[in-house]
């Protein structure tokens, strides 16, 4: 799958805000942001900000949005130990493409973004503990796990991976 990226817009930022997940993923739903204009503003200006680098990930094919990164502050998760200078990597896939085997592509093309525009030391990535298929992905390409922890928020355990560049 070829794959494009380019900063997220607000359509694509209302888009993923739709996106359903099937449990136990279901922990990775926006929620009710639509049905709140506040909530909904909220969303789309933290999306928005440029300090995220949010950026949608389009198939070169279609023309269509099949997933999503950020980089930065949005992809550590309150309690992990973020002391050493690595770049942090969020990735979300759209929920009809998940289980698929098509994991791998996603990860080669967000190392590959990220190392290209950002040029960082390490790469890291924080995932929830029983997300398995998403250590697993990541794992194939070189990372390894430096640390666990609970999640301050929500009380649910993380693992963080990390990758020299």
């Not at 198939?59 to 269509?64: A, H, K, Q, V, Y």
């Not at 290209?116 to 298929?133: K, M």
């Not at 928020?153 to 560049?165: A, E, H, N």
Request: proline fraction near 6%.
């Amino acid at each position: 799958m070829k794959l494009h990226f380019q900063p997220l817009n607000e359509q694509e930022a209302r888009t993923i805000l739709g996106w359903q997940y099937d449990p136990p993923y279901d922990v990775y739903n926006m929620g009710d942001a639509h049905d709140d204009p506040e909530l909904l503003a909220a969303a789309l200006d933290y999306f928005l900000n440029p300090a995220l680098a949010f950026h949608s990930i389009m198939s070169e094919e279609t023309g269509t949005l099949v997933a999503f990164c950020s980089f930065g502050l949005d992809a550590q998760v309150s309690g992990g130990d973020y002391n050493e200078p690595a770049l942090d990597i969020g990735l979300g896939v759209r929920p009809d493409l998940t289980g698929r085997g098509l994991g791998a592509s996603f990860v080669q093309a967000v190392i590959a973004f990220a190392c290209h525009t950002f040029q960082p030391p390490r790469l890291r990535v924080t995932i929830a503990s029983f997300n398995q298929r998403a250590q697993r992905v990541w794992e194939k390409n070189g990372f390894s796990a430096s640390s666990t922890f609970v999640s301050m928020m929500t009380g649910m355990p993380f693992i963080i991976l990390t990758r020299s560049v």
